[in-house]
């Protein structure tokens, strides 16, 4: 199966990137300063790294970010005015329309312009004035992985150049190996896949850094295994979802060590104690752990700001799992085609 042979590639990629693109990214930061703001258009998996960027470059570099709304250039030709933002275009394939009109308008405007991409070739890493290839390499299932964990990857290693701090490389340095130890995990997640052979719904909850995460992991469930998964921060869950939750409900989280920790961790000890919910947690937190229906264990030790990076590896293996058990096809779900021409 091309999907679980891209999964398992994903130590490697990130491997190849801080080895082939650390010097490359170091450049183009220089060359583009540190920005006062920037403006990321993206779409599907692209989206939910465009929230990781959210987090690390705000957190990082103290740089407001802020998502676009494409139709606003390729739809309603109204866009908005851009001043001084970098404006950054991120896309696996750099071939859809609306995304490349947000870069077009933006060297219009005379912004400087960004593409995070697989593909050096494509039409939007033409359109931009800067290009990092995430040379992830051919990516032939329909699902994104590795070119999801590589674009991470790929706004991390931004960030440590803006930041200009040689600890962050050096955290960067670790996340292969990080990565790799997941895999050790995967009897285990087939394991805990077959519990779930007929569910139809789910919440999927992270926040902060892993807000990213718990879209991305709701994204696959939806478009590998057709479970309507629903992503929330765990702040957001609270104002009004909640209700959602009655007994062997599935709730699944992704909660490392971190800032937030104690709010998702009240929240999913309240789900357990007072609603019953059937909770499938991704933490490192023994406390959280031994709450969970199927407890997935983190490698202690991944920065929170690169927790990400490997906290989506389990969740791809599960949707992998999950996929096969309910009998479809991981490398081709329905109604999918590997480029979206969105306009």
Request: with cysteine; net charge negative.
């Amino acid at each position: 199966m091309a999907l679980r042979d891209e999964i398992l590639e994903q130590q490697k990629v990130i491997s190849n990137l801080l080895e082939d693109q650390a010097d490359p990214i170091r450049t183009i930061a220089k060359s583009i300063g540190k920005p006062a703001s920037i403006f990321i258009a993206a779409r599907g998996t692209s989206d939910n790294a465009a929230r990781y960027a959210k987090y690390v470059w705000g957190y990082n570099n103290q740089i407001p970010v802020a998502l676009a709304a494409p139709s606003l250039f390729s739809v309603y030709h109204q866009p908005p005015i851009l001043g001084d933002n970098l404006v950054v275009g991120i896309s696996q394939s750099g071939e859809s329309p609306d995304l490349l009109a947000v870069l077009a308008e933006a060297n219009r405007q005379g912004c400087k312009t960004l593409a995070i991409t697989n593909q050096a070739e494509s039409p939007l890493a033409l359109e931009a004035d800067f290009l990092i290839d995430v040379q992830a390499g051919p990516e032939l299932s329909v699902a994104a992985t590795k070119s999801y964990t590589a674009q991470l990857g790929a706004i991390a290693m931004l960030s440590a150049a803006w930041a200009e701090d040689s600890n962050h490389w050096v955290q960067l340095a670790a996340i292969p190996e990080f990565i790799s130890s997941l895999f050790e995990q995967e009897n285990q997640i087939q394991t805990y896949a077959s519990r779930y052979r007929y569910m139809d719904q789910c919440v999927v909850l992270g926040r902060g850094f892993n807000y990213a995460t718990a879209f991305e992991w709701s994204l696959k469930l939806k478009e590998l295994t057709y479970v309507v998964a629903q992503p929330y921060s765990s702040a957001d869950f609270l104002h009004g979802p909640i209700a959602l939750v009655s007994s062997g409900f599935p709730v699944f989280a992704v909660a490392p060590q971190s800032e937030v920790l104690e709010n998702i961790a009240d929240l999913l000890k309240r789900l357990k104690d007072t609603h019953r919910a059937e909770l499938f947690i991704i933490s490192e937190n023994q406390d959280l752990l031994q709450i969970a229906d199927c407890p997935l264990p983190l490698p202690q030790g991944i920065p929170e700001w690169l927790s990400p990076l490997a906290a989506i590896i389990p969740a791809q293996l599960f949707s992998y799992h999950l996929t096969l058990i309910k009998g479809i096809d991981p490398d081709m779900p329905r109604g999918l085609s590997k480029v979206t021409l969105t306009k």
